[in-house]
């Protein structure tokens, strides 16, 4: 039986897995294949603008996650995986981002620093949001969803208070990643107390309801 996401990954060459600009390029087309309905395309479209992203192709999760485990078998460095997941971001696609939070999660833990995911999904989440203005809530819940589902070190209340004190999207991060944390352990009375003080915009109820939901 045909497999035409197969047969594309497959055509791969080993100049394209060694020039990262060519490699993105590579999954970049692959994402549609697949994808039967054209009409779609426009909504789809639309979507993607609405939320932020440069675009929204609609390609389904699980092609997804055989793009991923494709690249974890080609590519055996982590430090060119953690180069691959900069330059999705960078590029902001929505299937970048998903594919980003499926790479990171399943990236091997450093037993330097523990909490490495989350700082490195929270310098992503800054830098993104200095050139773009603002970041998806549904970007950042993917990634600590798919962190949660490989059982990744949850966040370190420091690294949660000082998001706290951060731009707009770090806040909303660290409320997420400490709401998790509650979830398996609580949190100290300090962190209640921040949380309780923190300054979030108008608008945004689901963050205001998570925070709730913690201080209660």
């Known amino acids: 039986m045909e497999d035409p996401l197969d047969d594309h990954l497959s055509s791969i060459n080993n100049r394209v897995l060694q020039k990262p600009k060519l490699l993105l390029e590579f999954i970049r087309e692959a994402y549609p294949i697949g994808i039967p309905a054209l009409s779609l395309k426009s909504t789809t479209d639309r979507m993607g ?8 192709l609609g ?16 590519i055996s460095q982590p430090e060119k995986i953690e180069n691959i997941i900069g330059r999705l971001w960078k590029r902001f696609g929505r299937e970048d981002l998903v594919l980003s939070s499926i790479l990171l999660a399943n990236l091997p833990e450093k037993t330097t620093n523990q909490n490495w995911k989350w700082i490195t999904l929270a310098d992503l989440i800054s830098h993104v949001e200095r050139k773009r203005g603002r ?45 998790q944390l509650s979830k398996k352990y609580g949190i100290s009375q300090p962190i209640k107390i921040q949380l309780t003080n923190i300054d979030l915009p108008d608008g945004d109820s689901l963050i205001r309801r998570i925070r709730d939901k913690i201080v209660e």
């Open 135 to 179: 970041i998806p809530i549904e970007v950042m819940l993917l990634h600590i969803e798919e962190m949660a589902r490989a059982d990744c070190s949850l966040i370190e209340e420091e690294l949660g208070s000082k998001l706290l004190q951060g731009s707009i999207a770090e806040r909303y991060l660290g409320i997420l990643g400490i709401h």
């Open 59 to 74: 390609a389904a999760e699980p092609e997804l996650r055989r793009i991923a485990s494709w690249i974890f078998t080609n």
């Open 49 to 56: 603008l609405d939320a932020g992203y440069s675009f929204h």
